[in-house]
């Protein structure tokens, strides 16, 4: 093989598999448009997700305190929280790849913010907004029923096609 054309074959590759996984976890994840230094997009909008499954409520993260799980960052308030996310993240971690409940439940990838959660058995859910969270609270069972039922086949799809752009 000639030296430009390993250049180019290799070059290609570094691509491929450079641009794989993020965009991968892009996908599944609701992430938000910052990244990290290292490049990980980060979730829930850099909020601690320790707190939020556990109730306390809407907390900052920090940078120093970070733990990268399935390609996407997370930020946490305090080392101990982000230990506590590392040892057992499905115990922290939103449902439906942090995207919106309600929206799962009708067929859309849609933002969430974590100031409209709620917890139900032990797992964390994540609104997009007042609006949505209040359509959620009038048939919780319902919602989450529907969107258990949609989110295998959504999961891995890019929210532009799930969304229909």
């Known amino acids: 093989m000639k030296p430009i054309h390993s250049l180019i074959a290799a070059t290609t590759l570094i691509a491929a598999v450079s641009t794989h996984s993020p965009a991968f976890a892009i996908d599944e994840y609701n992430v938000s448009a910052g990244a990290t230094r290292s490049g990980e997009r980060v979730a829930l909008r850099?909020?601690?997700?320790v707190a939020l499954a556990l109730?306390?409520?809407?907390?900052?993260?920090?940078a120093?305190?970070?733990h990268v799980h399935d390609g996407v960052a997370y930020y946490f308030a305090s080392a101990e929280a982000r230990d506590a996310f590392a040892s057992n993240p499905d115990a922290y971690m939103p449902q439906f790849g942090g995207y919106c409940a309600f929206g799962v439940a009708v067929g859309r990838k849609l933002d969430a913010n974590p100031r409209f959660a709620d917890i139900i058995d032990d797992k964390l859910y994540l609104f997009l907004d007042a609006g949505a969270?209040?359509?959620y609270e009038k048939d919780k069972g319902g919602v989450l029923a529907k969107a258990k039922r949609n989110w295998?086949?959504?999961h891995?799809?890019?929210v532009a096609e799930v969304n229909g752009r």
Request: charged share 15%; net charge negative; no cysteine.
């Open 55 to 62: 109730g306390i409520g809407v907390i900052d993260g920090h």
């Open 156 to 158: 891995r799809v890019a």
């Open 64 to 66: 120093e305190y970070i």
């Open 46 to 49: 850099g909020h601690d997700t």
């Open 133 to 135: 969270f209040a359509a």
């Open 152 to 154: 295998p086949s959504m």
